[in-house]
């Protein structure tokens, strides 16, 4: 009620002459209006004002949430390298502290390994102690780097080359030479995962900054 009168009221102004003569008078009001060169003037500044700004603002909106929408896809996947870089230099922490305690058989500490991880990393180390029974036709190192090829990891290049070398010697050597490519591996990782912290950081922060400039464009056009 409190804007549907207000808005009769100007309608009906708009078909008189005046606040004082009330005399109908059509479209002449109009008429006036737009023949009138500072109105037409502002209507044509409106227009251009209006085909350029608010495309372009849209594009640019678009634009903003294109970035955020992979900025997160990217930030979901550093997240799962991470992860999976801390269940690995923990478990290689782990198998080194076993070795060192009480020296248990490969499939043993293999078999601990995967109780300590889960996901990926967990499917990685169960796969390693199932392929034990093939070590007739196959060398240890070679099934670790097949269950290292054939799990889907996220990892780079050079974590995936970190744990292919703990495989060339898990089995092989003496407990020392075992412990020590475990702590070396471990040590590798444990730097790549403390490098992509700060990485990720500063990729949430990227993220929210585009996402609350994004958020703050969609305000504007929507006002």
């Known amino acids: 009620m409190f804007f549907v009168a207000p808005f009769c009221v100007v309608i009906y102004y708009s078909f008189i002459a005046g606040a004082l003569d009330h005399s109908f008078v059509g479209l002449k009001n109009y008429i006036n209006v737009w023949n009138n060169g500072a109105f037409q003037i502002a209507v044509k500044n409106t227009a251009v004002f209006s085909g350029l700004s608010v495309p372009l603002a849209v594009v640019l909106a678009l634009v903003l949430v294109g970035a955020v929408a ?19 230099f923990t478990a290689f922490y782990g198998m080194e502290r076993e070795l060192r305690c009480r020296s248990p058989d490969l499939g043993e500490l293999l078999e601990q390994a995967s109780r300590q991880t889960g996901g990926a ?3 990685f180390f169960r796969g ?9 036709a196959h060398a240890f190192d070679t099934v670790w780097a097949e269950q290292l090829t054939k799990t889907s990891f996220q990892l780079n290049p050079n974590a995936r080359e970190a744990i292919r070398t703990v495989g060339t010697v898990l089995g092989r050597y003496d407990t020392d030479t075992q412990c020590r490519a475990l702590r070396y ?20 922060q990227l ?10 464009l969609v305000l504007v056009l929507a006002c």
């Open 70 to 88: 992979l900025g997160v896809q990217c930030v979901r996947r550093r997240q799962l390298e991470q992860a999976q870089l801390r269940q690995f």
């Open 121 to 123: 990393v967990g499917q």
């Open 207 to 216: 993220s929210m900054t585009l996402s609350v400039a994004g958020g703050l």
């Open 185 to 204: 591996a471990g040590e590798r990782l444990e730097e790549m995962w403390k490098t992509g912290e700060m990485t990720l950081r500063k990729r949430n």
């Open 128 to 136: 390693c102690q199932a392929a034990l029974c093939q070590l007739d």
